[in-house]
């Protein structure tokens, strides 16, 4: 039996941050499937080598006096393990200015943060990126749409994670 890891966190000062390079990315209220290419520098390129693609989810107040929260949900393949797990990280903006720490969840443990695929998938994966050969299933059909019409709750569970773990650091 495979021994549960304790969910860590790796925080980053995300000062520099702009709200304008995120929203370009993804809507307030909205979410986006991306390359992982497309994100921000403040994610690592080795880390986005990793990532077979994102989901990243915009929430909170339109007006640039309100806050808003920002996830990139990466689904990262673990071939040891056979499975893919998601790696979100998140950040806030007052305004239009960041909040001074974003944070990246490892080895979270709510719902569906790992699925494994059956067998038939592994042969799929390799003709090319997962997504464009085999559907993860805690993606939405749909590449972009808004917050309201996602109903996947190991999104939604990542997002809420992500907020509170943000909140916690003010």
Request: hydrophobic share 30%; aromatic share 10%; glycine share 8%.
């Amino acid at each position: 039996m495979k021994k549960k890891t304790k969910m860590k966190y790796s925080w980053f000062d995300t000062s520099g941050e702009s709200r304008e390079e995120w929203e370009s990315l993804c809507p307030t209220n909205e979410y986006r499937i991306v390359e992982p290419g497309r994100l921000p520098d403040i994610i690592t390129e080795s880390l986005k080598q990793k990532y077979d693609s994102v989901l990243v989810l915009a929430s909170g107040s339109q007006s640039y006096n309100g806050t808003i929260y920002y996830m990139a949900n990466g689904n990262r393949v673990d071939y040891m393990e056979k499975a893919i797990d998601q790696q979100p990280f998140g950040l806030a903006f007052v305004g239009t200015t960041a909040h001074p720490s974003g944070v990246l969840i490892h080895h979270g443990d709510w719902d569906k943060r790992t699925v494994k695929p059956p067998e038939e998938f592994w042969d799929h994966i390799k003709s090319g990126s997962i997504g464009q050969v085999y559907p993860i299933s805690e993606l939405p059909e749909n590449r972009s749409g808004s917050i309201d019409d996602l109903k996947i709750s190991s999104q939604k569970d990542a997002f809420n994670i992500l907020v509170n773990k943000i909140r916690q650091s003010s």
